[in-house]
């Protein structure tokens, strides 16, 4: 398989744990390129659920290099707790690395985090509570401690030091360096073999000719530039943050796939303009199990948003669509499906690029009647009931991108090919 990326292509809990897992069997190595533990991407083989948060959904085939790039910001509480779990299940850690270039998820950022998310009051986004966005905050201001600085504790002493004293005087946190050192430095001895630069790793494994998938997290609304902002996450979910997170050039990707469910779903505040209040929003709910991997919090549903992605087509260059969850409709009677939006009277067709637009339009729907079978037990993309075709089609047409993998379900082995 060429090296490929896998993105989420609404706002994010597309399915792409799964998906993963599938493409990683003829992968040589999987890596993350952004977010943090806010991620929970779901894999259950054999009716067994694992939840990964930092370690990339391949890991479960033996002897894969799993990869934590540089553009992740890593929780190594988290991360050492994801590792011990992961042994206790027999699971092989050898080939998991993590990049010294990878920034750190300080406790005292999820303290930033809380705080701030109280100041935001009524414009609240409604976080996953992480840390992550004020770890990317640091980040970008240049004071942000590196993996590689936890093998180091003159740096991360003098490192602390600046940013405690930052703390103090802008939040009024009083934090103790001495704590915070050895801490820190204890999960630096424990990760230690762990720890190296990725971007080189990638690139000899590049040389070698080995194929990469490369783990979207979240999902392209959730995109600090090209999401809903505010209400983001804090790195570049979409396809164009593959190359600054892992360390490759444009060059190196072959082929990009979003994942979209059948339908819509969203955590957190912000806005979404197929939102179901009400019954079928529950059953969606409840048959489709959605509730955060992460946090537990229920998720919003809504139909299927065309607008959406044609709009995730665009800005990650989709060559091709990998749709989940279709099992989750086989009751409905009839099904909805947004074709355009509706703002002030006028019909829109391309998403907007800002908050106070998107937050006034209303869908246009189209309605095509349910299957109402049982898609899950189904084998061969040509067994599937001619309303399911016809709801594929439609949603490639809308799209205008083809789908290539069908999800029908939880398991591993519930995938059709397409194509
Ligand atoms: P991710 O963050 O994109 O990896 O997605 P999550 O793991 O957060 O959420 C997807 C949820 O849907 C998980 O509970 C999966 O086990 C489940 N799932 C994935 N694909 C399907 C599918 O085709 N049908 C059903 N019913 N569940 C699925
Ligand atoms: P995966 O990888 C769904 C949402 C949060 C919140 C916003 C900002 O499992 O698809 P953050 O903690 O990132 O600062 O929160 O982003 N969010 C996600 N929603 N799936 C995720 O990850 C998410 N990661 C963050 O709910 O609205
Ligand atoms: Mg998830």
Redesign the pocket.
């Known amino acids: 398989m060429p090296n490929t990326v896998i993105i ?1 292509a609404q706002w ?9 897992d599938f493409l990683a069997k003829k992968s040589d190595a999987v890596v993350r390129f952004q977010g943090g533990s806010n ?6 083989v054999n009716n067994e ?1 694992f ?2 948060h930092l370690i990339p ?1 391949g890991i479960l085939y033996p002897g894969k290099k799993c990869i934590i790039g540089n553009g992740v910001v890593v929780d190594p509480k988290v991360l050492v707790a994801e590792i011990k779990d992961l042994q206790s299940r027999g699971i092989d850690l050898n080939s998991l690395y993590v990049s010294n270039q990878a920034h750190v998820v300080m406790s005292y950022h999820k303290q930033i985090e809380e705080i701030e998310e109280r100041q935001r009051g009524r414009r609240k986004i409604g976080t996953t509570k992480r840390g992550v966005g004020p770890a990317y905050t640091d980040k970008i201001a240049r004071r942000g401690i590196r993996m590689g600085d936890l093998l180091d504790r003159d740096v991360l002493t003098e490192k602390l030091r600046m940013n405690l004293s930052f703390y103090r005087d802008f939040y009024r946190l009083d934090l103790s360096l001495e704590d915070l050192l050895e801490e820190y430095l204890d999960y630096g001895r424990k990760l230690k073999r762990y720890i190296t630069d990725t971007s080189l790793l990638i690139h000899q494994l590049m040389r070698q000719r080995k194929s990469i998938l490369f783990e979207g ?3 392209t609304l959730l995109d600090v530039d090209y999401g809903t902002y505010p209400y983001v996450t804090s790195s570049n979910s979409s396809a164009g943050g593959v190359c600054v997170g892992a360390g490759i050039g444009p060059t190196q990707i072959d082929k990009v796939f979003g ?1 979209a ?2 339908y819509t779903t969203r955590v957190g505040e912000g806005p979404f303009p197929t939102e179901i209040k009400g019954e079928v929003g529950e059953m969606l709910k409840e ?4 509730y ?3 946090t537990g919090r229920p998720r919003r549903c809504g139909w299927f948003d065309g607008v959406i992605l044609r709009y995730a087509a665009r800005v990650n260059g989709m060559d091709g669509l990998i749709l ?5 409709l086989d009751v409905l009677e009839r099904i909805k499906i947004c074709v355009a939006y509706k703002y002030k009277g006028r019909i829109i067709r391309n998403f907007p690029s800002e908050l106070r637009i998107l937050e006034e339009c209303e869908p246009i729907y189209e309605e095509i009647k349910g299957w109402r079978e049982d898609t ?1 037990r189904i084998t061969m993309p040509k067994k599937l009931p001619e309303q399911a075709q016809k709801y594929l089609r439609k949603i490639e047409e809308i799209g205008k991108v083809r789908i290539c993998l ?5 398991q591993r082995g ?2 059709l090919v397409l194509r």
């Open positions: 989420g994010g809990d597309e399915g792409k744990g799964k998906i993963i991620a929970g991407h779901t894999v259950v659920k939840i990964f959904s997290a979240q999902g994942v469910k059948a048959r489709g199990k959605e955060g991997s992460t989940t969850k279709l099992d989750v899950s069908l999800s029908i379900g939880p519930d995938l």
